[in-house]
């Protein structure tokens, strides 16, 4: 099982510039999630998704969209990159009603200059 | 008053020592309580969830108090391997019940440094 894969590991955007992060699970899992980790603070949710075909704002969904067509891959894109979004991306994904263990990918570490 | 607030750190502690660490929640009606290891530049992972009778795992303990809203995590005998920061993650109950039960609400972490 490679659980959840983010491609890229590292990625340096020009401002204005778009791109997709992609996410992928292996583990059959409902729910997806995306945070962004800026340094010294903790994750924060931009989007989320129960199910494919169903996707949600988190807490910072601006300047982000998203979109779940299948179970297993849930993609985060970027449109008009500002410095801003500068993090580093993580995807998670959890299985439903359990303990809520979430369980993450190795994360995507964007700067835009 | 943040949904989830820890000591700030770092937490600079010799191997073998016993070390706390303390979290607040503002959300009275919060579901469930984990703590997650994240190792520098690598993802969270899931250390332990918090039971209101307390639970251990190994020479971790973790201690909750609904009335306080307060979640501690005590790791005995520290080793080197230990370094990481820790974060105090938290479930809300949402009010409709919907897709986003299962959200977790992540505090800033503490880092600790185990040194020999």
């Known amino acids: 099982n490679a659980g959840v894969t983010q491609t890229p590991k590292f990625r340096i955007l020009k401002i204005g510039q778009s791109m997709t992060l992609q996410c992928t699970q292996d583990?059959?899992?409902?729910?997806m999630y995306w945070y962004r980790q800026d340094p010294g603070m903790g994750l924060k949710l931009i989007y989320y998704?129960?199910?494919?075909?169903?996707?949600d704002k988190g807490e910072v969904p601006n300047g982000y969209n998203v979109s779940r067509s299948t179970t297993e891959d849930f993609p985060l894109r970027l449109e008009l990159a500002a410095p801003s979004q500068t993090s580093v991306y993580f995807c998670?994904?959890?299985?439903?009603?359990?303990?809520?263990?979430?369980?993450f990918g190795p994360g995507t570490r964007l700067t835009v200059t | 008053r943040k949904e989830v607030e820890q000591d700030p750190g770092p937490f600079n502690v010799p191997e073998g020592a016993t070390v706390a660490f303390n979290c607040t929640y503002s959300n009275s009606a919060s579901q469930s309580f984990f703590w997650y290891r994240q190792d520098c530049r690598k993802e969270p992972k899931l250390l332990m969830s918090?039971?209101?009778s307390g639970n251990e795992d190994g020479r971790f303990t973790a201690q909750l108090n609904r009335a306080s809203q307060y979640i501690s995590l005590l790791i005995r005998d520290s080793k080197l391997s230990d370094s990481a920061t820790y974060l105090c993650v938290v479930t809300p109950r949402p009010v409709n019940y919907g897709g986003s039960q299962g959200n977790l609400i992540f505090g800033k972490g503490t880092k600790l440094s185990v040194k020999p």
């Open positions: 918090v039971y209101s």
């Open positions: 998670a994904s959890r299985e439903v009603g359990g303990l809520y263990e979430q369980y």
């Open positions: 998704s129960v199910g494919a075909g169903i996707t």
């Open positions: 583990m059959n899992h409902n729910y």
